[in-house]
């Protein structure tokens, strides 16, 4: 284009990128100074020629227009380039492979880069074998309005290879998100493009559209407000900067690590709206902005969050996040996070961490649990991805019978984290209890440890920002060796000694 001229894909179209693979309509968008003038594009497959034709529609700036392309759905593997023509210019990229793509989100431990994990070495040296699974990087930035292009881009997208995997620390490539992708492409076979956008200290509330914050009870402020303000943690600035200029791709899921920097007082308190919040309102404007072309209830994964600080004292804070991360259930999918799917991690401390002990640097695990989760839950496959969850849970004597279910496997590996709690009045308090006794399926509880004129009123398990040794905690599914989840339960009104529990979900499976 001359200049004053504007004619260009939106940044993060480029050589050597994954499109979203058939059944789905993969876009393409761009932008054009020639509003109203013709768009044509031709995408080359090995085996025939692709023709469609639009025009620049008016964008969100008087002389910016946008132009966009629904491809034709297009099989996994299928290696294209797609050239955009008009009268200011023509515009080509190539290498392009179908597969699934995946967004991933969060703060600094989705942030926390390959080169920083234990087993890096190994993990770099690999990458190379790996051609199909893609990766970018979006550059850290914010906005006070939201943008319809990223400011910029912190890696292009490539294969993996030494340098692009193991880039800087906190510069590229995301850990989490590349063990990930990584096992994903060796279980199904077919390219995976990986879409880093990510902040380290920021709020759920800066990734969350005003909308979404505004169904939570958290004010925005208008906009003239707003651009006054400055730093990531302010709320909707990556949204606006980061997240809402890829709603136009197509892409199959998004997986998150975040809520550290939300775990304390009333942003703590609402993030069982706030988190859940987000993840509804991604999916409906990914949906709405990509003409219905990414699923309006696409597979959602996210990290509980691991230990931080080695004090077994410390029971407010994460253990809350860990617990509203599943908007209350304990577990995921539930009715309220339908197509969501966890890694458990707090039994995975790094309290010798060189990045602090906030950022473990084990991420092997956490990719190998969340893989588990996402194959069973984003991809239907047969894989027993989640620790045990208790079915019911009943008072006999001084004994708490807690039973799992039939199906489960237990393994049990210390006796203590569990609590009882023992109400008086007003006054209650958490008391420690341990396991006395235990099978395949249940665990049994010493319950006779309320002092005189308490009654017992509920149960909860590892609750502690730190609760156990690494790999340590009290209960795990034999199968892949997988930890129960953080739970509490409160049963305020039932006789003392006919007092149960009833867990609602999840299915064993």
């Known amino acids: 284009p001359k200049l004053g001229q504007t004619f260009a894909f939106a940044k993060h179209f480029q050589n050597n990128m994954v499109l979203q693979k058939a059944p789905a309509r993969a876009n393409i968008y761009g932008f054009s100074s020639a509003i109203g003038q013709k768009v044509i594009a031709q995408m080359r497959t090995p085996s025939r020629q692709y023709y469609y034709s639009t025009t620049v529609q008016q964008g969100q700036s008087p002389d910016i227009g946008v132009w966009s392309f629904s ?162 943690q302010t709320n909707t600035v990556l949204w606006n900067a980061m997240v809402n200029p890829l709603l136009g791709m197509t892409i199959y899921g998004a997986i998150w690590y975040q809520g550290e920097n939300d775990a304390s007082g009333a942003m703590m308190n609402r993030y069982n709206c706030t988190f859940p919040t987000m993840i509804k309102d991604w999916r409906k404007n990914f949906n709405k902005f990509s003409n219905g072309q990414t699923s309006a209830s696409f597979p959602f994964g996210f990290v509980q969050l691991a230990p931080n600080r080695n004090d077994q004292s410390i029971s407010v804070g994460f253990s809350d996040i860990r617990f509203h991360q599943t908007a209350d259930w304990g577990y995921v999918p539930n009715r309220d996070m339908p197509n969501v799917f966890m890694a458990v991690a707090m039994d995975l401390p790094d309290f010798s961490s060189s990045y602090g002990s906030i950022h473990p640097r084990d991420k092997t695990d956490v990719g190998f649990r969340l893989t588990l989760s996402g194959l069973a839950v984003a991809y239907g496959k047969q894989e027993v991805f989640q620790g045990p969850f208790p079915v019911k849970g009943d008072v006999v004597s001084d004994n708490l019978i807690l039973d799992y279910g039939d199906s489960a496997n237990l393994q049990i590996k210390d006796t203590e984290g569990f609590e009882i709690l023992c109400v008086k009045g007003v006054a209650e308090e958490w008391i420690p209890t341990s396991i006395i006794a235990h099978n395949t399926t249940a665990v049994t509880l010493f319950s006779n440890v309320c002092n005189p004129g308490q009654q017992l009123r509920g149960l909860r398990y590892a609750w502690r920002e730190s609760p156990c040794a690494f790999k340590k905690c009290a209960v795990y599914e034999t199968i892949n060796d997988l930890p129960a989840p953080p739970f509490v339960a409160i049963n305020s009104d039932a006789a003392v000694d006919k007092l149960q529990f009833r867990f609602d979900g999840p299915m064993h499976y």
């Open 71 to 232: 491809l034709d759905p297009i099989d996994a593997n299928v290696t294209v380039s797609i050239s955009v023509q008009s009268e200011l210019g023509g515009l080509t990229i190539g290498n392009v492979i179908f597969g699934d793509v995946w967004l991933c989100s969060g703060q600094s431990n989705m942030e926390f880069t390959v080169i920083q994990m234990l087993q890096a070495k190994q993990e770099i040296a690999e990458a190379k074998n790996y051609p199909n699974v893609r990766l970018v990087t979006v550059a850290e930035e914010q906005s006070p309005t939201p943008l319809y292009d990223l400011i910029s881009i912190q890696e292009d997208w490539t294969s993996p290879s030494s340098a692009s995997v193991g880039g800087p620390a906190w510069e590229y490539f995301s850990a989490v998100c590349w063990l990930f992708g990584k096992n994903i492409h060796k279980e199904l076979g077919y390219p995976i493009g990986l879409v880093a956008t990510d902040w380290g200290g920021t709020p759920v509330e800066a990734w969350s559209s005003p909308e979404a914050l505004a169904e939570c009870g958290v004010t925005s402020t208008d906009n003239t407000a707003r651009a006054k303000l400055t730093g990531p």
